[in-house]
């Protein structure tokens, strides 16, 4: 009852958002297309037309045209977000904020780069009318130093000083990205304690999957890309994940097959990635699979728990995964890569 | 005030010399009616560096506001972003540049000299902070650093990632002591054996362990150390007051000055941006973007008034190319904003459609009353929408407008429970003036559904009426939504009502003859599309898939009439399911009290209040499900785009 008053209106928002994602019916047509122009042209057909006013199909670049389609997201957060009760706006601005968080990385990445304002604002992902941090000023700033200085008074300041030592001695940005990454995810992980009994009922098992995919796929990572130790990834990893442990961790970091891990955890993903690929392509298979399974979390929400916090979890979710598709599919089409070689990893194949 | 249409657009594209650049812009960017198109993709220029000194100005323009940032923030200036209209328009970046090198040059002096004292200070702080604890031990540091089989690590870290540095040092033996120093950070020392010692400091680095970096030389006892730090902190902070002191009277020298150059540069920035939405022609400029109708004429005496050689193009909705859609600009009294955001919470409305909002403001109400009709219940609804609407519940506020809506939805119900002769669940206060819903059940959800019948035709004539708009003739008279759908609807209700009524006036024949008409009429309705267009193929996929896929949908359409009809039997349903429930209130009230004491009426009012908020709410949602699925989704597409006209002054 208390659920269904509070969340009413949210609901109503979701799902008439949830009926706008693009079908199966869209994919098959964006999957058929044979160049940027012609999916530019099928997107003005889809609900994103919106977001290409003013686009030449001819002249459009694929950088371009995923900056305008990735407006969609603060678009429809801005919608659902406000007719949320109050008590959970703080969670879902937590959500919202990895989007902040993704374009912290790229700016510091690029100050790294010493890439200038109009190359790196294209990469960055819009916020809509929320509040951010002020990029333009610390890509002008010069120096990943001055630009942590520039945002003394942001969540990110102590993260970003605790890691700049290590940034200092090893001149990379990797101690600097893992530990944004860990104290963001932990951050959500234990805000979810603020939340009402409904909500965090509700909500857990998504987050719970998010962090268990990253953990494997980090550890794995770090052990195939980076060749760290088992103590070293055990630090770069959260490891409060139900199924996805210390010891799980341990097991990936120790060389264990992540096909015969992910087999023992999640027994309907066994098999679902070929062996006779090489590891670091299975690696990415597998991040697409697990993303899948959150996606299915995700969906079952809806019917399942109608009146809490996670539908509007889910479809903001769902709504980032269709569109981790279409930059996807704009940019194999704009360097002409073959269907069979991109769609295994597309996370969904459209809805209804 | 156009209520059923969208404000009409007109599409203005402007041709100008190079030099009028600033004066378009700042009309442009003054009147707040214009909302432009990036076209930066025309490019026709012979050159395309030919203008460069704009876009070097822009560039120059974001330096000229980071630096004035900079400087700014380290004179603790507060920085606005607020643009007032009536400031000067930067052309040329340098000569700001200049006077602010001055400032800029002192202002750094002073910054690098106070950062190098804060970071002594914070060094040394912290070299304090991590020694408190050890105090009081008169031990000699060399100790600690020189054992032959042990090896030690002090320093700070993450209070959070403690446990993850417990569990990866859990492959060797080790102490770790801990003192925590906030919740964000604190000191450890960790002891461990020497022959580990690799194993330590990788570990100890990827748990983002600061290690304390005592200079070699530092000789002593560490109560010695601390002494020494103290003193050397005192002094440091001295200097570091002299240097606050010289910032305070750099910042009472120039923080006007500084302000006003910011709110120039930021407007003059905003100018900049607008500039860069423009496309460029062989020798010239060009803008386009949308001003209403009533604002063309105003809009062009004011370009022309910069100079004849400023040309415009104007295109009304009938001369665009079927690609481009105007946005759409909608503007309600508030009564009617409730209604309104109902219809955008689905789609904000095509510019070539109805906007429902007007029809939605009738039906809305109605649905729910019909659903929810009590007298006494209604009123409730109806004084608290008056509430709410008057803005009076601060919390409630952004409900405002939704107030209405419950107004509406209250005095509708208020109307019902005269016709069901219902007030607060009681039934014998007077008589019904139309129906009581628990004893006419048959003939409450014929009549709704009758009711309904006439909804989904008036959702068909909207239907016909947008693609009237559209000018879609092929598919207005042709098409499921069109003249041959609505004639197939009725055909199909005449008859099944030739079936049950034996007087009915029409044969059976004329029926299925339209029936069979209208179903072919609908089946060709793409090949003729394609026929009176000139597209090519006419049976898209050859004949025999174009024959299933119309067979499908015409399968399709069939089953959305039952299932869209049948839907409205809801609203009768829903009217008994309100009679009953209020039967069960007055049932308990009579068991708990059968003498009408205290405890009947508690009941009363409890029974009251949870049919109004639970039940209210069921209704409410499935009024919102008839109006989306079963009205909307018959003749509104939306998916159009609102009109958000350029404000300078827009933050």
């Known amino acids: ?352 | 005030m156009p209520l059923f249409k969208p404000e009409k657009m007109v599409r203005v594209e402007i041709d100008f010399p190079r030099r009028y650049i600033y004066e378009v812009t700042k009309i442009i960017a003054q009147i707040g009616y214009f909302q432009p198109e990036d076209i930066s993709t025309i490019d026709n220029r012979k050159d395309p560096s030919e203008d460069g000194d704009l876009f070097e100005t822009g560039s120059k323009l974001s330096g000229l506001k980071a630096d004035l940032t900079t400087t700014m923030t380290k004179l603790d200036i507060p920085i606005s972003d607020d643009v007032p209209g009536d400031l000067e328009m930067i052309e040329n970046p340098d000569k700001v540049n200049n006077r602010l090198e001055i400032i800029k040059d002192e202002v750094h002096r002073l910054s690098l000299e106070t950062e190098e004292i804060r970071k002594r200070i914070e060094e040394k702080q912290g070299a304090l902070t991590l020694l408190q604890p050890f105090k009081d031990l008169e031990y000699d540091l060399s100790a600690l650093r020189n054992r032959r089989y042990l090896y030690s690590i002090l320093g700070i870290m993450p209070t959070n990632r403690i446990d993850r540095f417990r569990e990866s040092l859990s492959q060797i033996p080790y102490v770790l002591l801990e003192e925590q120093q906030s919740n964000k950070k604190t000191q450890v020392l960790l002891l461990g054996p020497r022959n580990q010692r690799d194993f330590m400091i990788l570990t100890a680095r990827s748990a983002y362990v600061e290690a304390l970096d005592i200079p070699d030389d530092a000789k002593g006892s560490l109560p010695e150390i601390i002494k020494s730090n103290e003193l050397e902190l005192e002094q440091l902070n001295e200097n570091l007051a002299l240097l606050e002191q010289q910032k305070i009277a750099l910042q009472t020298k120039n923080a006007s000055r500084l302000k006003k150059w910011y709110s120039q540069v930021q407007y003059s920035s905003k100018l900049y941006d607008i500039i860069s939405y423009y496309g460029h022609l062989r020798h010239s400029f060009l803008v386009a973007g949308w001003v209403p109708a009533k604002k063309q004429d105003e809009f062009l005496d004011l370009l022309s008034n910069i100079s004849p050689d400023v040309l415009e193009t104007v295109k009304s909705e009938n001369e665009l190319d079927v690609n481009t859609t105007p946005p759409v600009a909608l503007e309600f009294p508030k009564q009617l904003r409730g209604f309104h955001k109902l219809v955008t919470i689905y789609s904000t409305p095509w510019y070539k459609e109805i906007d429902p909002t007007l029809l939605v403001t009738f039906t809305f109400p109605l649905l729910f009353g019909a659903m929810f009709g009590d007298l006494g219940q209604g009123a409730v609804l109806a004084v608290a929408g008056l509430l709410l609407s008057s803005r009076k519940v601060k919390k409630l506020i952004g409900l405002a407008n939704f107030g209405w809506v419950l107004t509406a939805c209250g005095v509708a119900s208020m109307i019902f429970g005269v016709l069901y002769g219902s007030v607060f669940g009681f039934e014998e206060v007077f008589d019904p003036i139309w129906i009581s819903p628990l004893h006419d059940i048959m003939r409450l959800l014929i009549t709704t559904l009758a009711a309904g019948a006439i909804l989904l035709t008036l959702a068909d004539i909207l239907a016909i009426v947008n693609l009237v708009i559209r000018k879609d003739w092929v598919g207005m008279i042709f098409s499921g939504k069109g003249i041959a759908g609505l004639l197939l609807y009725w055909a199909l209700i005449g008859f099944i009502l030739s079936m049950v009524l034996p007087a009915f006036p029409i044969p059976k024949l004329v029926l299925i003859i339209l029936i069979i008409v209208c179903v072919l009429m609908m089946m060709s309705a793409e090949f003729l599309d394609h026929l009176f267009h000139d597209k090519r193929p006419l049976f898209k996929g050859g004949f025999l898939l174009y024959f299933i896929t119309a067979f499908f949908e015409l399968f399709e359409i069939f089953i959305s009439y039952l299932s869209n009809s049948l839907s409205y039997v809801r609203v009768g349903a829903f009217a008994v399911a309100h009679a009953g429930l209020s039967q069960v209130v007055m049932i308990l009230a009579e068991m708990v009290s059968p003498v009408h004491g205290a405890g009947y009426w508690v009941v009363i009012v409890l029974g009251n209040l949870f049919i109004i908020g639970f039940e209210g709410m069921i209704v409410s949602i499935q009024t919102l499900r008839l109006e989306y699925y079963e009205f909307f989704s018959k003749f509104f597409r939306g998916g159009g785009i609102r009109y958000q006209p350029l404000h300078i002054s827009d933050k």
């Open chain 1, 1 to 352: 009852m208390a659920g269904a008053s509070s969340y009413g209106v949210a609901n109503v928002k979701v799902r008439v958002s949830k009926a706008q994602l693009l079908t199966s019916a869209t994919y098959a047509k964006l999957i058929s297309c044979h160049d940027t122009r012609s999916i530019v042209l099928q997107l003005q057909e889809s609900i994103y037309s919106k977001y290409l006013v003013g686009i030449d199909p001819q002249t459009v670049t694929p950088r371009k045209l995923i900056w305008k389609i990735r407006q969609r997201v603060p678009e429809k957060f801005e919608i659902i977000r406000d007719n949320l009760p109050q008590r959970s706006q703080y969670f879902i601005d937590l959500i919202f904020s990895w989007y902040e968080l993704i374009n912290l990385k790229t700016v510091l990445r690029g100050i790294n780069f010493s890439g200038d304002w109009n190359t790196i604002k294209h990469l960055l992902v819009p916020m809509g009318k929320f509040k951010t941090l002020p990029f333009e000023l610390m890509v002008a700033s010069g120096s990943i130093d001055n630009a942590i200085l520039m945002i003394k008074d942001s969540k990110y300041y102590t993260t970003l000083m605790t890691a700049r030592h290590r940034f200092l001695l090893e001149e990379t940005l990797f101690p600097i990205e893992v530990l944004l990454d860990l104290e963001y995810w932990q951050k959500v992980w234990d805000e979810i304690e603020n939340l009402p009994d409904i909500d965090q009922k509700a909500v857990r098992p998504i987050i719970t999957r998010i962090i268990e995919r990253n953990d494997l796929i980090w550890a794995a990572r770090y052990r195939f890309f980076y060749h760290l130790t088992e103590s070293e990834i055990i630090n770069y990893t959260l490891g409060i994940g139900t199924k996805v442990n210390d010891s799980i961790i341990r097991q990936v970091a120790q060389g264990k097959r992540l096909a015969e891990v992910i087999g023992e955890i999640y027994p309907n993903l066994t098999g679902k990635v070929s062996s006779a690929q090489g590891e670091g392509q299975q690696l990415s298979l597998w991040e697409i699979e697990l993303t899948r399974e959150i996606a299915r979390v995700c969906s079952s929400t809806f019917s399942a728990q109608p009146f809490s916090l996670a539908p509007a979890l889910a479809y903001i979710l769902i709504l980032e995964y269709e569109i981790q598709d279409l930059v996807l599919l704009i940019e194999a089409k704009a360097s002409g890569v073959t269907s069979e070689n991109y769609q295994p990893y597309l996370i969904n194949q459209g809805y209804n």
